[in-house]
């Protein structure tokens, strides 16, 4: 695989995991088990019961009929919002309990921004009985209250961070620190393809079930081998990697990626960090981040909580020097207007992260034989206050 991490964690010039020494224990036991145990016959066999009783999978591969009409051209949705918890996380988190099993831990640790995550994390602590801390910084877990009486009723508990700009980096650093200090019964749970090897490969496999469904699924659906267009929002880069995995190396299928541009990639208030970050090293990884001239990481800015992160995971810095995936960035407006959009014509309302990778349609013309496979990755529900507020302001006379 061309677009595969090589021995040492790396993809080209990214990745890695740059750990302090108090941390190695816990990255060399997991570096060294996590291959064996994914393609042991006990976890396949286990992984898969519970993605198809427990989550609900295969997720449907659904032709939007009316949404393909108004672009002239053919749009098929992968229904990830369609999933237990409402979105890709599950897959993730399933996995990794599975494995944290294996490896006899007693006790999982998580970080989370908008608290999807810590939702999925503590679902599935609560499934296998295990103790479950999620951290959060202070900000969002007064920012996201629904989802941390989630975690609570779930069992788990939830540390608010007090410290930096109290967000989703905040959190990771204490979830960072907790591992240290608990090296032995602790498994850390990281939330994206993001982190220090073996995390970004070990995410990546475990959400690659989504390109893994879309194969088969189109076969059946379309006759075809492969799609001509697969599309998907980035944050970390989870849902896309899953999304792209089992095409990467079929260089017929286009892969287009969308980052949260906020108010503008030109504006201070942006959360694109290809369009407008340098290399650097953040949470352990070499990777593209956005920083100021000192090093120091900037604050991104998104309508769309789940994808205001500061940085990407290595693998999608490697797609974009590549250029074997294109990013493109979607304003908050662009991706407002493609929900409502969405909802209009197919009667979903989508999670606002989704919603930019739909922004796509507006600014780029399909043909009318293209197969087009778009990841909806997430549910509205989450989003109803922003996507009030919209309504409110259309409704206000101009
Ligand atoms: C968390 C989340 C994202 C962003 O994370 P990735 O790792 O980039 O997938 C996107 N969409 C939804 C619905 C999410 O919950």
Redesign the pocket.
């Known amino acids: 695989m061309k677009y595969a991490i090589d021995k040492k964690g790396f993809y080209g010039e990214f990745g890695g995991a740059f750990i302090p020494e108090a941390m190695y224990q816990n990255i060399e036991e997991l570096r060294s088990n996590y291959l064996d145990i994914i393609e042991s016959s006990s976890f396949q066999s286990e992984f898969a019961r519970l993605l198809k009783y427990y989550v609900g999978r295969p997720s449907p591969l659904y032709y939007a009929k009316r949404l393909s009409e108004y672009y002239g051209t053919n749009i098929y949705l992968k229904r990830e919002d369609l999933n237990h918890t409402g ?3 599950i897959n993730n988190t399933i996995g990794q309990i599975l494995i944290a099993k294996k490896l006899g831990k007693t006790r999982i640790i998580a970080e989370t921004g ?1 608290g ?2 810590g939702v999925a994390t503590a679902t599935v602590c609560a499934l296998t009985g295990i103790k479950c801390v999620v951290y959060m910084g202070a900000l969002d877990v007064s920012r996201q209250a629904p989802n941390v009486l989630r975690m609570k009723m779930l069992g788990a508990d939830v540390i608010p961070i007090e410290s930096g700009n109290k967000t989703l980096k905040d959190a990771t650093n204490g979830a960072l620190r907790d591992w240290i200090n608990n090296p032995w019964d602790t498994h850390y749970i990281i ?3 993001v982190g220090p090897h073996p995390y970004p490969d070990l995410v990546a496999r475990l959400q690659s079930v989504i390109s893994e469904e879309i194969q088969w699924q189109l076969k059946e659906l379309e006759n075809k081998e492969a799609p001509d267009y697969i599309l998907a ?8 990697s899953g999304a792209f995995y089992h095409f990467l190396d079929n260089e017929n299928v286009k892969l287009i990626a969308t980052e949260a541009a906020g108010l503008g990639v030109d504006t201070n208030q942006t959360a694109a960090t290809l369009a407008t970050g340098s290399p650097g090293v953040l949470h352990s990884c070499r990777t593209m981040l956005m920083q100021n001239e000192d090093g120091q990481i900037t604050e991104p800015y998104s309508i769309s909580a ?2 205001d992160y500061p940085g990407i995971g290595p693998m999608h810095s490697f797609l974009h020097t590549t250029e074997r995936v294109k990013y493109m960035s979607i304003t908050d407006k662009e991706a407002l207007k493609a929900a409502f959009l969405l909802t209009r014509l197919e009667g979903i309302i989508p ?1 606002l ?2 919603a930019h990778a739909f922004a796509v349609f507006e600014k780029k013309k399909f043909k009318a034989t293209d197969v087009v496979v778009i990841n909806l ?2 549910r509205g529900d989450k989003d109803m206050d922003a996507y009030i507020n919209e309504m409110q302001k259309q409704n206000e006379p101009s």
């Open positions: 979105s890709h996380k908008a999807q995550h939330g994206s393809v929002c980035v944050g970390g880069g989870s849902n896309a789940g994808l999670a992260e989704s990755s997430g």
